[in-house]
């Protein structure tokens, strides 16, 4: 074994600092856990209901034994999620977790990114070995989790940004789906991005693509269920590889760093696109230096993008491994080398930044 040399004398009162400060992190760990199984069984949804409760009345209305409902609530009080009176012996879910955890129609909806982060750290042990190999692990190769999780958590956004901010924001886009547009939706997933703007615009048609088969086949049924699928299409297909041209929109919702060839992608949406289209590319909010994106969105972005983008990228042929983080800049020079000469940045949240990319 080889011996650590500390360079400099230890500060004791610093040590224990971090210690302590670990010790939440292994809290928060196991909280993404807790998160999705307070989802899963009801008991945010039940608090919610039924203002303050106990452990056996929450466990009665969803259930559950109390047990267990007693001490996913210690650990939801623990972690400031739940408040505890000791008084009463009673919880409570304030107004704003409230909204985080159970309100389906709010940006703020939480309960996706936490079952996304648990299902990526449940095939952490696969990337540990990948890592020393260099090989990659498919979007297709992890667990429902990671779908389900990454649809429930974008999805809130893109329902109260896409329609009102994002689309407006480029030049000339809403008249043309007004009126009727035909529009490709890339590496589409489920479909919610594609049954959001089908839904605001009756006029236009809808294609949208993704290698993952078992997505396509939820899309499909969520297009079904929605009353769109007259006028949405769902097909397996890459990025680089679709079918179509003369669309006058491209979107690419969160998914351009996670292919292993965006450059191929970005020449077959030329490729595809009208010259009077648009790309509209959807990413991770981050900046193009390290140091703009050492922030708690970027601390999380760059956590999925060492165990789940950056091995769906290398699991793919070129296996490029942009990064979740990757910046606008970098992605211009994607966007360019694909034989794009126009490129802006129209929107951003917290969580995305909005691309317009033109011939």
Request: net charge negative.
């Amino acid at each position: 074994m080889t011996e650590v040399k500390q360079s400099t004398e230890v500060d004791f009162d610093k040590l224990m600092a971090f210690v302590f400060h670990c010790v939440d992190e292994v809290g928060a760990t196991l909280n993404a856990a807790l998160v999705v199984m307070g989802d899963k069984l009801g008991y945010y949804r039940a608090m919610a209901a039924s203002g303050p409760t106990t452990p056996s009345r929450l466990a009665e209305s969803t259930a559950t034994t109390e047990a267990y409902a007693r001490e996913w609530l210690n650990a939801q009080a623990a972690g400031a999620t739940v408040d505890y009176d000791p008084a009463t012996g009673q919880y409570t879910l304030p107004p704003e977790q409230t909204v985080a955890f159970t309100d389906e129609s709010s940006p703020a909806y939480l309960p996706g990114l936490f079952q996304i982060a648990l299902g990526t750290v449940a095939d952490a042990s696969k990337i540990v070995e990948l890592a020393r190999s260099g090989s990659g692990l498919g979007w297709d190769e992890h667990t429902h989790d990671v779908h389900e999780g990454c649809e429930r958590f974008f999805r809130p956004s893109y329902n109260a940004h896409l329609v009102a901010e994002w689309l407006p924001a480029l030049d000339d886009v809403v008249t043309k789906l007004e009126a009727g547009a035909r529009v490709a939706d890339i590496g589409c997933g489920y479909g919610a991005s594609s049954i959001i703007m089908a839904q605001a615009f009756p006029n236009s048609t809808f294609v949208g693509y993704d290698y993952h088969a078992d997505s396509i086949d939820s899309a499909r049924s969520r297009a079904q269920a929605a009353g769109v699928s007259n006028r949405v299409r769902f097909d397996v297909a890459s990025a680089t590889s679709f079918a179509g041209t003369g669309f006058d929109l491209v979107t690419t919702f969160d998914a351009l760093h996670d292919m292993g060839d965006p450059v191929g992608a970005a020449r077959q949406v030329r490729r595809s696109l009208a010259e009077t289209g648009t790309w509209m590319i959807v990413e991770p909010m981050a900046g193009d230096h390290v140091q703009d994106n050492l922030n708690p969105v970027g601390r999380a972005y760059y956590g999925f993008s060492t165990l789940l983008c950056t091995p769906a990228s290398l699991s793919q042929e070129v296996g490029l491994a942009l990064g979740t983080q990757a910046g606008p800049a970098r992605i211009k020079d994607i966007v360019t080398e694909g034989g794009f000469t126009r490129f802006t940045k129209v929107a951003h949240t917290p969580f995305h930044q909005v691309l317009e990319v033109r011939p």
